[in-house]
C-alpha cells in the first residue's frame, strides 16, 4: 500500500508542532518566569536556613553560657553560705539557732536574747498596714481621709 505523499506532509506538520510544543514547555520552565520565581525561592530559602542555623548556634551558645554562669553562681553562694554558718558557730557559739526546714520562719541567729516565741514573726503583717485597695480603685489617687 502506497503512502499518500499529502498525508506525509501532514505528519511532518504534526510531528513539527508536537516536538516544537515539548521544546516551548520546557523552555518555559528553564528559562521564564516562573523559573525565575522558583529560582528566587530557592534563594531565599537557602537564606532563611541559613539564618535559621545562626539562631540556633547563638541560642545555644547562650544557654550554655547561661548554665555555667548558674553553675558557677551556685557554686560560689553554696561556698558563701558554708563560710557564713561557720563562722557564726565560731563567734555565735551557744547563742546560734538551728535553721529550720523552711528556712526564713525563724532568723538564724537570736536576736538580743529573746526567744523564739518572743520574736516577731515574719509572715505576720504589722498591725498599722492598711487594708488592700480594691481591684477596681487607682492606685495613684489620694486615699480617702475618714
Do not use: I
Amino acid at each position: 500500500m502506497a503512502v499518500d505523499p499529502f498525508v506525509s506532509v501532514w505528519l511532518v506538520a504534526v510531528a513539527s508542532v508536537a516536538v516544537g510544543a515539548v521544546l516551548g514547555v520546557l523552555f518555559e520552565r528553564m528559562r521564564g518566569p516562573a523559573a525565575k520565581r522558583a529560582a528566587k525561592f530557592e534563594a531565599e530559602l537557602v537564606q532563611a536556613r541559613a539564618e535559621l542555623a545562626h539562631y540556633r548556634d547563638q541560642t545555644k551558645h547562650h544557654f550554655g553560657k547561661s548554665a555555667e554562669l548558674l553553675g558557677r553562681m551556685a557554686t560560689d553562694y553554696r561556698e558563701f553560705l558554708d563560710h557564713f554558718v561557720t563562722g557564726a558557730e565560731e563567734l555565735c557559739g551557744p547563742n546560734l539557732k538551728e535553721l529550720n526546714a523552711s528556712g526564713l520562719e525563724r532568723p538564724l541567729l537570736d536576736g538580743a536574747g529573746t526567744t523564739p516565741e518572743a520574736a516577731p514573726r515574719v509572715d505576720a503583717p504589722p498591725a498599722t498596714m492598711p487594708p488592700p485597695l480594691p481591684l477596681d480603685s487607682d492606685p495613684l489617687a489620694e486615699p480617702a481621709l475618714k
